[in-house]
């Protein structure tokens, strides 16, 4: 059914800027929309785990078709690349070998997952994207943005995210929340579907210290305040529920989805 909506979205044509456009043919006058790309950043344990169920199960029940993914990750070679960045045993990785690892998964995932996706009218929830590359990469390891930015170039073309939401905690609160996730790994939100991650153990990138995200926090922030009509930053120091309805709300004024309803969107059969 992914293939055959497929299918059909490259005979109406992309318009690659999110807005409708039309099918030729009389009775059939299919008015295709492509799908929103929507991205969630933020340190360790601010919540986008957490909180990205929440907005699937919210706009599936707008009648919003959506794709839940992650980087690193989204497919088998970038969850195996996944497992390689995340090992303890390659600390010390070259920053400049780990800018291209994730820009390889992302290249993937981009080609399998994301771009058809999005093509077809599904709207891309991502855990991470592009944003965590120059917050962990460039902020966190020191590699130069513009080294990142002509990579975004080489392997994204003119994908951009539509919304990016930074859900933004003080560094110790993220990292506590993290570390108490550790000790209850069934409390994991995404262990269900996920693999390859070790649960009970910090990882690479959790054992870096406090400056490490401090750097990584300031990224995401100077990012967002330069480029406000793309960025969302949510406070997301309260409990879930109240850090949800700020997520709830931002999304509703900014990607005004009951406008791309299941009449418009999909009962033409897309
Ligand atoms: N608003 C909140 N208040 C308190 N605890 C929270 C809140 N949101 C999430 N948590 C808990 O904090 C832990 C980390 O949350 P979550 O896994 O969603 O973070 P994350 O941003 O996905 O982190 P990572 O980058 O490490 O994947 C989880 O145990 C989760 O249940
Ligand atoms: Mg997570």
Do not use: N
Request: aromatic fraction near 8%; glycine fraction near 10%.
């Amino acid at each position: 059914m992914e293939w055959s909506a497929r299918d059909r979205a490259a005979k109406v044509g992309r318009d690659g800027r999110g807005g409708f456009g039309e099918g030729t043919g009389g009775m059939k006058h299919v008015r295709f929309g492509r799908g929103r790309f929507l991205v969630f950043e933020g340190v360790e344990g601010a919540g986008k785990s957490t909180q990205l169920p929440l907005v699937e199960r919210r706009l599936g029940d707008a009648g919003v078709r959506t794709l839940t993914t992650r980087e690193p990750g989204g497919t088998p070679l970038g969850e195996s690349l996944r497992a390689v960045l995340l090992d303890p045993r390659f600390t010390g990785m070259s920053p400049t070998a780990e800018l291209l690892v994730m820009f390889a998964a992302r290249a993937e995932h981009l080609a399998k997952v994301i771009e058809p996706a999005l093509a077809a009218g599904t709207w891309v929830l991502c855990d991470r994207f592009t944003d965590a590359t120059f917050a962990y990469q460039g902020g966190g390891r020191g590699v130069d943005a513009a080294r990142i930015a002509a990579l975004e170039e080489t392997v994204q073309g003119r994908v951009r995210p539509d919304l990016v939401l930074v859900l933004d905690v003080p560094v110790e609160v993220g990292l506590a929340r993290a570390g108490r996730r550790r000790q209850m790994p069934m409390d994991l939100p995404d262990a269900p579907t996920w693999t390859g991650s070790a649960p009970d153990a910090a990882d690479r990138f959790e054992r870096e210290d406090v400056d490490f995200f401090r750097r990584v926090r300031e990224v995401y922030l100077e990012r967002a305040r330069a480029r406000p009509e793309r960025y969302a930053i949510i406070d997301a120091s309260a409990d879930e529920e109240t850090t949800a309805e700020r997520v709830l709300t931002t999304i509703s004024e900014r990607l005004p989805y009951r406008r791309h309803s299941t009449r418009q969107s999909y009962e033409a059969g897309i």
